[in-house]
């Protein structure tokens, strides 16, 4: 019993408890408890780990950023959204004078 009430403590100490309002298919709406992380130290934590993966860059025009990264046809390289999508429609490179 007191087990049982010591977990239940770690829990509510690690949780914090938010309601949000839920309209449902009838038109009615229903408060909804959710139970929410009391600090955002998971986010951060989560970013860190999206930094320490490999650094991506542009075959052709060398960019580290970009919406979305697409490979070259034969899949060895990693080209960015504006130079796939050039490659894609004239089978060439893109001139890095369109940048």
């Known amino acids: 019993m007191k087990e049982q009430n010591a977990v239940k403590r770690t829990l509510n100490q690690t ?29 951060i934590e989560k970013k860190k780990g999206k930094e320490g993966g490999r650094k991506i860059t542009c075959y052709n025009c060398h960019t580290d950023t970009t919406p979305l990264w697409r490979r070259t046809p034969d899949r060895l390289h990693s080209l960015c959204n504006a130079c796939g999508l050039y490659y894609k429609q004239y089978k060439t ?4 004078n369109l940048q």
């Open 15 to 43: 949780q914090q408890t938010s309601t949000k309002r839920v309209k449902l298919e009838n038109g009615a709406s229903k408060e909804v408890k959710i139970n929410t992380p009391e600090t955002s130290s998971t986010k």
């Open 93 to 96: 490179h893109r001139p890095l």
